[in-house]
Structures are given as C-alpha cells and as structure tokens.
C-alpha cells in the first residue's frame, strides 16, 4: 500500500515541476497519507484520489497558495538592493573621509608639537 502513497506523491511533485520550495508540504502530506492507510489499509492510488484529490488540482493549488515570485515581484527586490547597496557604499566611503580627514589633523597636530619642541631639550 506504501506503493500507492509514493506514487501519489511522486506525481504531485512531478506536477510541481521545482516552482516553489515542496519539501515541507509533501512531508506533511506523506504523514495524513500514511494515516489514512491506517484507518483504510485496503485502500488503492484511486482511493487517494477520491479522498484527497487529484495530484495535479493538489500541485495546483499549492502552487497558487505559495508567495508568487514574479518578474515584478523580482524587480522591485532588484531595485530595493540596489537602493540598499547604494546607502550602505555611501556610508562607508562617509565614514573613510571622516577617518582620513582626522587623521590628518592628527597628524598635523603632531608635526606642529615636533618642531615647537625640536632643538630643545627636554628634561624632569
């Protein structure tokens, strides 16, 4: 009886065709299955049919209940990071400036304490 199970499965995720993730959904599919071979050990692929629908209007339906992932759905992501990545170069090249801008004060902070003190010497 398993055979029947695995082959209801096999042809609902041959009807899926790898569109959206089914893993999950099969997994639980399998388990109600195997219950109802319990309840009903007799039962045949038709059976399944009758009682839980035919594999192709159960791949259907999951397919239109999933989260569609269109070509608009995708270009509205695309442009989203696009905008993301752009905030976050701009912060970082930001943030290098900064660096580099008090850095060089710094730096001239130093130079101008080295030649007020060069030539003397300095002692406790």
Do not use: C, W
Not at 18 to 39: F, G, I, K, T
Not at 78 to 87: Q, S
Not at 100 to 111: G, L, P
């Amino acid at each position: 009886m398993n055979d029947a199970i695995e082959e209801y499965i096999k042809d609902i995720k041959k009807n899926i065709y790898h569109l959206v993730p089914s893993d999950e959904y099969l997994d639980d599919l399998r388990q109600n299955l195997l219950e109802y071979a319990q309840q009903f050990p007799d039962f045949t692929y038709t059976d399944l049919m009758e009682q839980f629908g035919k594999p192709e209007d159960l791949a259907a339906e999951f397919i239109n209940n999933q989260r569609p992932y269109g070509p608009k759905e995708r270009a509205a992501f695309r442009n989203k990071l696009r905008i993301f990545l752009f905030v976050a170069i701009a912060i970082i090249v930001i943030l290098i400036l900064l660096i580099a801008v008090s850095s060089r004060q710094r730096q001239a902070m130093y130079s101008d304490v080295t030649t007020e003190t060069e030539g003397e010497l300095i002692t406790e």
